[in-house]
């Protein structure tokens, strides 16, 4: 039996602890935000964190997770409201949108770590996250922008009180 927190919430696997993490999100507590790309840790589309940490769900078993925080994307605010999610938003960031769950997810780890990160250190940190339709510009200006933002609550940066946004877009099913 393995215990998992996810998204808050304490959860309970009792299959192989071998199976990607990403098997057990998606299909287990059918969470399908968080997407399969490359399964070879090449993509970055399946980036979760990890307490707190980006991690690729595709190389990571669940035994790996036991009694970890997970976080995924439609953890990140009940409302599509964290200040990362809100730039995406206004810049208008994804185009198919695929790839797009684990680049937010990066930023945030990124934003975490690194409030107010330079153009550098915003391509140091999504080097690992790839876009075939080639988003990287509109990436790189929605963390800024992300980063100017006020968080009002601590995890993740926050999610922002002040705006009325509905749900960011966090990729295809
Ligand atoms: S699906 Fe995990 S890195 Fe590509
Ligand atoms: S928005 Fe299409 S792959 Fe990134």
């Given at each position: 039996m393995i215990k998992l927190k996810v998204n808050g919430k304490n959860q309970q696997f009792d299959g192989d602890p071998e199976m990607p993490l990403l098997w057990y999100l998606r299909d287990e507590a059918d969470l399908k935000g968080t997407k399969f790309g490359c399964g070879m840790g090449l993509c970055g589309a399946c980036t979760i964190h990890v307490n707190g940490q980006p991690t690729r769900a595709c190389l990571t078993p669940v035994s790996a997770a036991a009694n970890k925080s997970i976080t995924t994307i439609e953890g990140l605010s009940p409302d599509g409201t964290h200040p990362v999610q809100v730039a995406w938003q206004e810049l208008d960031v994804p185009q198919c949108g695929y790839c797009q769950a684990g680049q937010i997810m990066s930023a945030c780890a990124l934003l975490a770590k690194t409030p107010?990160?330079?153009?550098a250190q915003i391509d140091a940190a999504m080097n690992g996250n790839l876009c075939r339709c080639g988003t990287y510009l509109r990436i790189r200006a929605a963390i800024h922008q992300a980063a100017e933002a006020k968080p009002a609550k601590?995890?993740?940066g926050g999610a922002r009180t002040?705006?009325?946004?509905?749900?960011?877009?966090k990729g295809t099913k």
């Open positions: 107010k990160p330079t153009d601590a995890e993740n002040n705006s009325s946004s509905p749900n960011g877009r």
